[in-house]
């Protein structure tokens, strides 16, 4: 089964949707005029039941379909990115410093249309849950969802949810049973030494040299503490201190983040770290102080569900486009907080190639639409059968 023809009717209809979208993006929980947009959509279609405010800005939209059954939640992320955008399009963005350069206005405007298609037909039984979410590239909104009880209040029994990829081609589909993201944690380290002349250097306490060592130490983490096989980066990304060539200064900083799969492996990264950091910062005779921060949990799918939309991919984009068995992505994505309320499944729908995520020039391909929106409209006709 190809893209659904009326899908592919009004793609044209869901392309106006996202560059309206994207043109006027917004950031974490503040995405108050996307979700107003949101709603007149789904007024125009007929639902009725919309609850918003969820999360500060977030929306869920119940629509009915014949007869009673258990609830599907299909979920799309509709905040931007504090980037100054450079694509010199005609839809770009009017916020100056804000972009949507993940494609989350395509994933809105993808889930918009299935809300369409599945409000006119209605060819399945129980309810489906439209989840618009605030916050995904921070602040952990699908978390904040799930805190204020999305999943109980709608009865929400299993949730899915779509991310382009610029590194597939348009249509194409990828997952993974299990792990399919990573957890993500960062961390700051804290050097007060005793600053003074560079060309004496015995009269100070060097904070400069104290970083460089424990930068260097903590990537014995990976190579000396941690069994090869498993997955984990530790990333050094900041290193700040000094003001002229010849000041050795008070203080230095460094920073940087840790991705991990396994729950033990994030608490022997904490752990080590600590010991390291105490470690130099005594070797040097400065003060070492590690703040270490935990966000968003690994995005693990669940077997049968994620084998379950592979296959309703496959009905999509034929089984030649799709790979049920990927490699993990070292990325993160809140998303797996709602993964860890329900089961359900992540996949990657291929835009072409493009510029990176997170790219000042990134734009997503209004092509890749009509297969996201056919993928949700048939996984809920899959998934909830009428009779």
Known sequence: MPVLNRIAGFAEEMATWRRHLHTHPE????????????????????????????????????????????????????????????TGLPHAS???????????????????????????????????????????????????????????????????????????????????????????????????????????????????????????ALQSIVSRNHYALQDLVVSVTMIHTGTAENIIPDTAYLGGTVRTFDPDVRDMVERRMGEIVAGQGASFGVEARLDYRRSYPATVNDPDKAAFAV????????PEAVDGGSWKEMG???????LEERPGAYLFLGQGAAAGLHHPKFEFNDDAAPYGASFFARLVERALPVG
Do not use: W
């Not at 005029?33 to 639902?47: N, P």
């Not at 993160?332 to 709602?338: G, L, V």
């Open 94 to 216: 009017q916020n100056k410093g804000v972009m949507h350069a993940c494609g989350h206005d395509g994933h809105s405007a993808m889930l918009l249309g299935a809300a369409k298609y599945l409000a006119e037909t209605r060819n399945f039984s129980g309810r489906v849950a439209l989840i618009f979410q605030p916050a995904e590239e921070d602040g952990g909104g699908a978390g904040v969802m799930c805190q204020e009880g999305i999943m109980d209040r709608f009865d929400i029994g299993q949730v899915y949810a779509i991310h382009t990829t610029p590194s597939l081609p348009v249509g194409h589909f990828q997952t993974t049973p299990g792990p399919i993201m990573a957890a993500v944690d960062s961390f700051d380290v804290h050097i007060k030494g005793k600053g003074g002349h560079g060309a004496y250097p015995h009269d100070c306490v060097d904070p400069v040299i104290a970083a460089v060592h424990i930068a260097q």
């Open 27 to 86: 950031l974490g929980f503040d995405c108050h005029d996307t979700a107003t947009f949101v709603v007149e959509r789904l007024k125009e279609f007929g639902i009725t039941e919309i609850h918003t405010g969820i999360a500060t800005s977030g929306v869920v939209a119940i629509i009915d379909g014949q007869g009673d059954g258990p609830t599907i939640g299909l979920r799309a992320d509709m905040d931007a990115l504090p980037i100054e955008e450079e």
């Open 311 to 318: 296959g309703v991919a496959e009905e999509v984009s034929g």
């Open 332 to 338: 993160a994505e809140d998303f797996s907080y709602m």
